[in-house]
């Protein structure tokens, strides 16, 4: 099976009747899912800068971890069949689960999981999660079914940090555009700029997947992406990017609207490393000159969460920080001047070419006019946002959205691209991640969090909700996103 020719010329069901036919009509175990996005994987291995497009294709639909971050939050296990800590918190043993076979029938083996650890920490890896991983010493495997990790200090979040490593066929050699998983589909093709298509994979270790077929189709742009719903070109819009598209589709019987819960934050992120954001006062001047409720509102009108750092509310160590550094123009022009700047200063801000952020920058350039600061919007690609701001940390400052769940751990690391370096912060955390008890990591976490607040070392803007909709005969998919990953197994589709 190949990926379908997917036409926009498709005519739109009436509300009423879908409605019918869906309770009408039984489930069709082999239908095919398509799903409409915006976040097309630059390649497909998640430790080669792939771009949180990979997370919603692939984590947990192709690839699957020791453990998984489920839908609603929780960490179980899933190729662990058990596991166990030494008392001292420096040695793990995980059991896998037997019976699992990689895509290609090779057998699943701790030599495997070996290899997949080791590929996240390695020092070519660009894996947001690498650090979390170094206090790993040694892996260790006894037999074929047993995987031993030493660490070098106690590491509380090992079982939610190893749910970021997919599990790869040893076997396997260069994955940036194939695969080797152990997960319900296999990749059936790809169309670089176009579709990504997955096939359910009959020799899977579980239940078998809810639909026979899913098909990414990727969009550059939110209209078009919300015309393939309204022209049944697709199914399902994994996430919403404008609130003036859902009065199309919230009061229509033919269409689904949820909103979940989000981790994805909208962030001005200053290279902390270079004048004059490595001023503290600056840095506050500008999340004061930044009316972020106008903002919000300007984007998605009723929905989406101000925060006031970069936890959301789904986090066991958010506070509601929304206080710190509120807006007031006035007040920013005055920290300017205490900072050396009366009358201000100019700085390029790079801009990723895809929404919100070239509206989001045109809206930050406006406000800081008024306080005597000039904002220069440089457009760049995704592919070069990554290179020349994560890897080469060449930039003033930046607009990113941030996906990842529990990502106050990239405050803790100064070689991380922002540049954010407070020793109080980074002992906090590790602190943190080296508790014996998660009351002890939560009292630490929210403390660091606190002080980032405090010294302006981002600017947090907003949290995007988390919109999901579908056609209404398609049910079962997840609603929270978290880490933009998106299960598609349970999904079904009456028909």
């Known amino acids: 099976m190949t990926i379908k020719h997917l036409t926009f010329a498709a005519a739109l069901l009436a509300g009423a009747s879908l409605s019918s036919l869906a309770l009408a009509q039984s489930v069709n175990p082999d239908a095919t899912i398509r799903i409409g996005s915006l976040y097309e994987p630059q390649n497909l291995d998640n430790t080669a800068g792939a771009g949180q497009g ?25 190729l662990v069949e058990s596991y166990e800590a030494s008392e001292d918190g420096l040695t793990y043993t995980f059991k896998l689960k037997p019976g699992v076979t990689f895509h290609s029938g090779d057998p699943l083996t701790a030599a495997d999981v070996k290899y997949s ?3 996240v920490t390695a020092e070519a890896s660009k894996s947001s999660r690498k650090k979390s991983l170094s206090t790993i010493t040694g892996i260790e495997t006894p037999d074929d079914q047993t995987v031993v990790i030493t660490l070098s200090t106690r590491s509380i979040s090992l079982p939610y940090n190893l749910s970021y490593v997919w599990i790869v066929n040893d076997a396997a050699a260069d994955i940036t555009a194939t695969e080797d998983g152990t997960g319900p589909y296999t990749l059936e093709e790809w169309r670089r700029g176009s579709a990504l298509a997955l096939s359910r994979f009959d020799g899977y270790w579980g239940d078998a997947a809810s639909n026979g077929e899913v098909v990414y189709t990727y969009f550059t742009d939110a209209t078009a992406l919300n015309n393939a719903l309204l022209t049944n070109a697709v199914d399902i819009i994994t996430s919403v990017q404008s609130p003036d598209s859902l009065a199309q589709f919230a009061d229509n019987p033919a269409y689904t609207v949820t909103e979940g819960a989000s981790t994805t934050k909208e962030l001005l992120a200053y290279n902390d490393r270079v004048a004059p954001f490595d001023n503290v006062k600056v840095r506050k001047a500008l999340a004061r000159a930044t009316d972020k409720a106008r903002l919000l509102n300007s984007i998605w009108g009723d ?92 930039f003033e400052a930046t607009l990113q959205e941030h996906v990842n769940h529990r990502d106050i751990v990239f405050y803790g690391n100064p070689d991380f691209y922002w540049g954010y370096n407070n020793p109080d912060v980074v002992k906090l955390i590790a602190d943190a991640e080296a508790a014996s008890s998660e009351a002890e990591q939560t009292e630490k976490l929210t ?16 949290l995007f909700p988390q919109i999901v909709v579908s056609a209404a005969n398609v049910t079962g998919y997840p609603v929270n996103g978290l880490n933009a990953q998106f299960f598609a197994y349970d999904i079904e589709k009456a028909e």
Request: overall charge negative; hydrophobic content about 40%; glycine content about 6%.
């Open 303 to 394: 929905y989406g969460t101000l925060i006031g750092s970069f936890v959301p509310p789904t986090d066991p160590w958010y506070v509601d920080l929304t206080g710190v550094d509120a807006y007031d123009v006035e007040s920013a022009k005055a920290l300017l001047a205490e900072a050396g700047y009366p009358d201000g200063f100019e700085f390029t801000l790079d801009t990723p070419d895809y929404d919100p952020h070239p509206i989001v920058a045109q809206f930050l350039q406006t406000e800081y006019a008024k306080i005597g600061v000039t904002v220069n919007i440089n457009i760049i690609t995704a592919n070069e946002w990554y290179t020349k701001i994560y890897q080469e940390k060449n």
């Open 447 to 462: 403390e660091a969090n606190k002080i980032i607040a405090e010294d302006a070392a981002g600017n947090w803007l907003y």
């Open 54 to 78: 990979i997370n919603e294709a692939f984590n947990g639909n192709v690839y699957e971890a020791l453990f998984q971050l489920t839908d609603a939050g929780s960490v179980e296990p899933k």
């Open 117 to 119: 650890i080791e590929r």
